[in-house]
T-cell receptor, first 111, second 114 residues
Framework: KQEVTQIPAALSVPEGENLVLNCSFT??????LQWFRQDPGKGLTSLLL?????REQTSGRLNASLDKSSGRSTLYIAASQPGDSATYLC??????????FGGGTRVLVKP | GAGVSQSPSNKVTEKGKDVELRCDPI?????LYWYRQSLGQGLEFLIY????????KSGLPSDRFSAERTGGSVSTLTIQRTQQEDSAVYLC????????????FGSGTRLTVV
């Protein structure tokens, strides 16, 4: 059974610092990995999708890496801003099509 | 439509009543998923539709929960005889095929059972 773990569970940084969020998964036979952002009381917003054949994806200040063999992904957010405060979730898709989510990392960027 | 639409956005119901939650996926997306997020908990898979059929219903927590999809489009999640532990945010997602191109989520329905 696939298990996804996110560390740390919570993170507080001053504005301008780079953020590093970690995600690990137990079964490396995945199709893809997706990073989401969730604001309080809201749904999920997709940030980056990494296919199993890819090593990384970039969008603006966001960069996500994937090491499938070791079961790890890292989301980097450069030059953090207060507006980056949210919960960040990673999810993997394997056979059977459903996504398995990690518990999330709650991020607070202080002005 | 432009995104995944869910209604209602909020629902308060009395214990024992039935509720219906609606999901309108992105036009052309053949796969549709329901998830549940309880307070302080992670996202829990409920059911997956490919077209109108549901190959995976393994996440439905009890026989009080059912879902259907018609015309390969709109889906309805029904909870009968609601209990307080059913209180959660119910999220719907759709993808073009079996999810290999990423999921798009709706804003969710917040269900409160009193």
């Amino acid at each position: 059974k696939q298990e996804v773990t996110q560390i740390p569970a919570a993170l507080s940084v001053p504005e301008g610092e780079n953020l590093v969020l970690n995600c690990s998964f137990t079964d490396s036979a995945i199709y893809n990995l997706q990073w989401f952002r969730q604001d309080p009381g809201k749904g999920l917003t997709s940030l980056l999708l990494i296919q199993s054949s890819q090593r990384e994806q970039t969008s603006g200040r966001l960069n996500a890496s994937l090491d499938k063999s070791s079961g790890r992904s890292t989301l980097y957010i450069a030059a953090s801003q207060p507006g980056d405060s949210a919960t960040y979730l990673c999810a993997v898709q394997a056979a059977g099509n459903k996504l398995t989510f990690g518990g999330g990392t709650r991020v607070l960027v202080k002005p | 439509g432009a995104g995944v639409s869910q209604s209602p956005s909020n629902k308060v119901t009395e214990k024992g009543k039935d509720v219906e939650l609606r999901c309108d996926p992105i036009s052309g997306h053949t796969a549709l998923y329901w998830y549940r997020q309880s307070l302080g908990q992670g996202l829990e898979f409920l059911i997956y539709f490919q077209g109108n059929s549901a190959p995976d219903k393994s996440g439905l927590p009890s026989d009080r929960f059912s879902a259907e999809r018609t015309g390969g489009s709109v889906s309805t999640l029904t909870i009968q005889r609601t209990q307080q532990e059913d209180s959660a945010v119910y999220l719907c997602a759709s993808t073009p095929e079996g999810g290999r191109y990423g999921y798009t989520f709706g804003s969710g329905t917040r269900l409160t059972v009193v």
